[in-house]
């Protein structure tokens, strides 16, 4: 692996990330924001906010981890990106960017870790503009990895003791994003690989995902997958 903060390791990072998550860019349509303001709500070390901004993006950032925001800019400046970052609690997220001023709120597998989801979104609807659109991926309930938690195999992120991690039906996922009206709500991405071979960059899929058919295994995504894929508009 690269040294930590160079354009190399920035590479890999993202190679790695889209090759096992190959539906994110799909989801975010990074293009599509080309001249529109985007705020990203958990942009750890910038893997998708960098696609953003090369895409033409007025982009912001709000992040809890002072470190992962470090890097994130680091990374900005490393591939000569404009980028705002902004160190703060997503709860209190109004009290820290404009209001109604967001063409796109985005938040990628980060507000399920927090202690209130829901207030989170209610900030998202504070700052952003009437016909803009939210993009959010939290963490589905019926979904493989879940069945898999429940039976002792496995765990909800690759560190262990991650202290929350909450998980949604549909029904839970359309609570949590009141006073917005859904678009589309879809599930993907079940991880087939070995961990202990994934750890070293090696990507053995699991012998039962290995012997399947991948029209079949993108099917048992699209029907189990680990991410409930949101998007959403201001509900008028």
């Given at each position: 692996?690269?040294?930590?903060?160079?354009?190399?390791?920035?590479?890999?990072?993202?190679?790695?990330?889209?090759?096992?998550?190959?539906h994110i860019p799909g989801?975010?349509?990074?293009?599509?924001?080309?001249?529109?303001?985007?705020?990203?709500?958990?942009?750890?070390i910038g893997t998708d906010a960098v696609n953003f901004a090369r895409a033409g993006a007025d982009?912001?950032?709000?992040?809890?981890?002072?470190?992962?925001m470090a890097l994130a800019k680091k990374r900005f400046e490393v591939f000569g990106l404009e980028g705002r970052?902004?160190?703060?609690?997503?709860?209190?997220?109004?009290?820290?960017?404009e209001h109604g001023a967001f063409d796109l709120v985005y938040s990628f597998g980060v507000?399920?870790?927090?202690?209130?989801?829901?207030?989170i979104v209610q900030e998202m609807r504070q700052v952003i503009r009437p016909g803009g659109e939210l993009k959010l991926m939290v963490y589905a309930r019926n979904s493989w990895k879940d069945a898999m938690i429940e039976a002792g195999f496995d765990q909800p992120e690759a560190q262990s003791g991650c202290p929350i991690a909450f998980t949604y039906t549909a029904?839970?996922?359309?609570?949590?994003?009141?006073?917005?009206?859904i678009t589309e709500l879809?599930?993907?991405?079940?991880?087939?690989?070995?961990?202990?071979?994934?750890?070293?960059?090696?990507?053995?899929?699991?012998?039962?995902?290995?012997?399947m058919p991948?029209?079949?295994?993108?099917?048992?995504?699209?029907r189990f997958g680990w991410h409930m894929l949101i998007t959403a508009k201001p509900a008028s």
């Open positions: 692996m690269a040294e930590i903060g160079t354009r190399q390791y920035f590479d890999d990072v993202e190679e790695r990330k889209y090759f096992v998550e190959p989801f975010a349509q990074f293009e599509r924001w080309r001249g529109k303001r985007v705020l990203e709500v958990g942009c750890g982009y912001t950032a709000v992040e809890l981890s002072e470190v992962s970052f902004i160190h703060c609690n997503a709860e209190q997220l109004s009290h820290h960017v507000i399920h870790h927090a202690p209130n989801p829901a207030r029904e839970e996922a359309a609570a949590l994003t009141a006073g917005f009206e879809r599930q993907d991405h079940i991880f087939p690989y070995m961990v202990e071979q994934y750890v070293r960059y090696e990507y053995e899929p699991q012998p039962w995902f290995k012997a991948p029209g079949m295994f993108e099917a048992l995504e699209k």
